[in-house]
């Protein structure tokens, strides 16, 4: 830590804050809210 009481930025804590937007994160990301997004609409139409 620095006199400000911040931390240095590591590799790994590069990656996770960057995995979403970087291959493999964003297609798998993409993925699950496609899913998740069905599921609502089904979800909405069976209470409809």
Do not use: H, N
């Not at 993409?30 to 069976?46: D, F, H, P, T, V």
Request: charged residues 25%; proline residues 2%; without cysteine.
């Amino acid at each position: 830590m620095d006199a400000e009481g911040r931390r240095a930025l590591t590799l790994k804590g590069a990656y996770l804050l960057s995995w979403r937007s970087i291959f493999p994160g964003k297609g798998l990301t993409g993925w699950l809210e496609k899913q998740r997004s069905a599921r609502l609409l089904a979800q909405a139409s069976a209470q409809a």
